[in-house]
């Protein structure tokens, strides 16, 4: 079983940056193993998926609303992901959940509890 603990919302304004942590933990939880994501959730509105890597960080994918302004990344040797934001704008404002999954043709298996991001304007 593995444990995914996000960290680094709050409230900037727009315009502004933030960067997003995810750990994952867990006896036999292989994180280099894992295709991580980050997903999140307005108020209202359904989970929707804004970026995904693979386990060496060679193949990246983003959500149209925040190509060009959210970067992905990985560090195995830390058991964590991370989500630069920039630029950003208030409908960024969400729970930002990260995710992992044995392979793309599988669910995700894990979740984490989310963070708050709001972005005012």
């Known amino acids: 079983q593995a444990q995914l603990v996000e960290s680094g919302g709050g409230l900037v304004q727009a315009g502004g940056s933030l960067r997003l942590s995810c750990a994952a933990s867990?006896?036999?939880?292989?994180?280099?193993?894992?295709?991580m994501a980050w997903f999140r959730q307005a108020p209202g509105k359904e989970r929707e998926f804004v970026a995904r890597?693979?386990?060496?960080?060679?193949?990246?994918n983003y959500a149209d609303s925040v190509k060009g302004r959210f970067t992905i990344s990985r560090d195995n040797a830390k058991n964590t992901v991370y989500l630069q934001m920039n630029s950003l704008k208030p409908e960024d404002t969400a729970v930002y959940y990260c995710a992992a999954r044995r392979s793309l043709l599988t669910q995700y298996d894990y979740w984490g509890q989310g963070t708050q991001v709001t972005v005012s304007s």
């Open positions: 867990g006896g036999t939880f292989t994180f280099s193993s894992y295709w």
């Open positions: 890597i693979n386990w060496n960080g060679g193949i990246t």
